[in-house]
């Protein structure tokens, strides 16, 4: 389970005023949820994401998982939450000169003493999980996005993940290809459990696979909850905007 | 011909030798004390893994000071030092330590360029794998943009030669020495024409050899 209360993100701009990024955000993500994070390029989506994933830290606020708040996280305990999440990213983010088989043991290779039979398993495993067993051999530069975006994906797998955060992962491809991967991460959820926390600014993702969903404008949480729950409250300008846009 | 080879030819090939000696020392040198700097200079940057004003202004310094310096007055200035470490300030020997110290920071800019063509997001994901930050040199800037590092060690080398002519000069060896000692002060043409056509044919195998190597290396066509 994720708790974030109250989180407040600011960065400096060059003049010393702040700029407030994220303004008083508080939700929990549960366990098993598919978590949608909606809004329009600016709102502070990836921001949000990247301080669930601890890539950065809030101005002000707290973000527990599974019990823990991330800011008492030092050295290796960080290192070891690191472990305990997937990330994908809307550029797939791969190692080009490693293959598709050397990119999802990456993560696996970062821990001492691996035990590197399993993780040879490991892998054959997640690339049967995502299509792509003939191509372990390949390079990514050979791969269309949509693969490329599976071998993030299986990468983000490896370490047996409890959460993955995905951010934007179906935006650079095409809408089957988008399908296809919206399906992949479905399964992930229902067959091994992982919670999913999923950003993006198309509607069409949230309706599909997401239970719960966020709406982020400016900065701010304008609607939050069980997606059905949201669509019968009185919805904000915004929500109602991204909800009634996909039906006309 | 056979009177020119009989005279010359001897002297030649030993330049010829010397300069692939000092090329191969002084860019493996360069590259030695070159990655190091420009690993310090890309990680203290401003936004990168270790981010650290002080330290990146101090490299910053070091490369932008030793590379503003005429190479021709680093050798002069360095004598003194050059006879400390070297045992001697002449000859192929001489010229080895000059050649590394100049070379050094120019290696560590290309080097640091070479990681700046880097996407940061790989960067990032690394880190957000739990990566630490030797593991992210290790394991993902130097792997993933060793072709770019060879393409830089083209350059890097073909430069070096150059700069071995240079000290030809001032009492280096090689065949920049052999075109001054014999081609200009003794006016010997025919030795001019050999060491400029070796020379062109030495930078022109090397940035071949490394075109070949690179395609063969990089993945990511
Ligand atoms: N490191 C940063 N420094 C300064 N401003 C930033 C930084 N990261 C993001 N921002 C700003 O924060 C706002 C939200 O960005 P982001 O979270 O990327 O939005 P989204 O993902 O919803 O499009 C933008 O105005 C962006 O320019
Ligand atoms: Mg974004």
């Known amino acids: 389970m994720i708790e974030i209360a109250h989180l407040t993100k600011e960065f400096d701009n060059p003049d010393k005023t702040k700029l407030g990024v994220l303004r008083d955000i508080s939700l929990t993500v549960e366990d098993g949820d598919i978590y949608g994070i909606i809004g329009m390029s600016g709102a502070g989506k990836s921001t949000m994401l990247r301080l669930i994933g601890l890539l950065d830290t809030p101005t002000s606020g707290t973000i527990t998982v599974e019990g823990k708040d991330l800011s008492t996280l030092a050295g290796k305990e960080k290192i070891d939450y690191y472990k305990t999440i997937g990330t994908v990213f809307q550029g797939y983010n791969l190692l080009m000169q490693k293959t598709v088989a ?125 997606i059905h729950q949201v669509l019968d409250s009185e919805m904000h300008p915004v929500t109602r905007s991204l909800f009634g846009r996909e039906e006309d | 011909m056979a009177e020119f080879i009989a005279e010359y030819g001897l002297i030649i090939l030993v330049a010829l030798k010397d300069t692939l000696v000092m090329v191969v020392l002084s860019t493996g040198f360069g590259y030695l004390l070159g990655i190091p700097l420009g690993i310090v200079a890309y990680v203290t940057d401003h936004g990168s893994i270790s981010e650290n004003a002080a330290v990146n202004a101090v490299a910053g310094w070091i490369i932008n000071i030793v590379r503003s310096i005429p190479f021709i007055i680093l050798i002069l200035f360095l004598i003194p030092y050059t006879r400390f470490v070297m045992g001697t300030a002449s000859g192929t020997r001489g010229v080895i330590f000059p050649l590394v ?60 030669i150059g700069y071995i002519a240079m000290a030809g000069m001032v009492g ?24 400029m056509v070796l020379t062109i044919l030495l930078v022109q195998l090397i940035q071949v050899a490394f075109n070949i190597i690179v395609r063969r290396v990089d993945k990511n066509r």
């Open chain 1, 102 to 226: 050397q990119n999802v043991i990456f993560p696996l290779t970062l821990s001492r003493g691996y035990d590197k039979k399993a993780a040879r398993e490991r892998v054959a495993q997640l690339l049967e999980l995502t299509g792509l067993i003939e191509k372990a051999d390949v390079y990514p530069s050979q791969l269309s996005g949509g693969q490329k975006q599976r071998v993030a994906i299986a990468r983000a797998l490896a370490t047996d993940p409890k959460l993955i955060l995905c951010d934007e992962p179906t935006s650079a491809l095409d809408s089957l290809t988008t399908q296809s991967i919206l399906k992949l991460l479905e399964d992930i959820n229902h067959r091994m459990g992982v919670t999913i926390i999923i950003i993006t600014h198309e509607i069409a993702v949230v309706k599909k696979i997401c239970n719960k969903v966020a709406v982020l404008e400016g900065g701010v949480l304008v609607d939050n909850g069980p």
């Open chain 2, 101 to 160: 110290i100049s070379a050094a920071p120019f290696i560590a800019r290309m080097v640091e360029s070479s990681f700046n063509e880097l996407d940061i997001g790989v960067i990032e994901s690394a880190k957000a794998m739990g990566a630490t930050n030797l593991q992210i040199i290790w394991k993902v800037l130097l792997p993933e943009s060793f072709p770019s590092l060879l393409r830089g060690m083209a350059i890097a080398t073909i430069t070096i």
């Open chain 2, 172 to 195: 280096g060896g090689g065949l920049g020495a052999v075109a001054i000692n014999y081609g200009y002060y003794r006016y010997e043409r025919p030795v001019m024409n050999v060491t």
